[in-house]
């Protein structure tokens, strides 16, 4: 079993995908939250959603004084060998009820929608 100290962290999800799930889930997250919930600065945090807005995996919409994010779920994935799988097919395995919500919003099922995923937030009390 590996030492919980070992310095050499990894994880099966890039800082990029959990960016796209934390939006997913909460578009109205800050980007504090966002980098606190993946584990980074909040800098860093700030330039993986840059990344993601500017490949168009992510729109940000400006609201007041706030960002509210909406995934964009018909893209593939970066990856060559995995051009034909779209970013909903993933959103559906990690966070299957933000998807199961958007499409029920479209009336469409979960992996047949193509819209952006804006899924209202439900504020957990603290």
């Known amino acids: 079993m ?8 990894w994880s099966f999800v890039t800082s990029h995908g959990l960016a796209l ?3 997913a ?10 980098a606190e919930r993946i584990g980074l600065t909040e800098r860093t945090a ?15 919409e400006r609201v007041h004084r706030r960002n509210v ?15 034909e799988e779209r970013i909903v097919e993933l959103l559906a395995v990690l966070a299957p009820a ?10 469409l ?3 047949e929608t193509t819209e952006p995923i804006q ?6 009390p603290r």
Do not use: C, W
């Not at 889930?25 to 966002?34: E, G, L, N, Q, V």
């Not at 899924?119 to 957990?124: D, G, Q, S, T, Y």
């Open 98 to 107: 933000t998807v199961a919500a958007a499409a029920a919003r479209t009336e």
């Open 69 to 83: 994010y909406t995934v964009t779920t018909g893209l593939p994935f970066r990856l060559p060998a995995e051009l």
């Open 109 to 111: 099922s979960p992996l």
């Open 2 to 9: 590996a030492d919980e100290r070992d310095d050499h962290a």
């Open 21 to 23: 799930l934390v939006i």
């Open 46 to 60: 700030q330039r993986v959603v840059t990344d993601l807005t500017n490949a168009g995996y992510v729109t940000r």
């Open 25 to 34: 889930h909460d578009p109205y997250a800050r980007m504090r939250d966002i």
């Open 119 to 124: 899924v209202p937030v439900v504020k957990k």
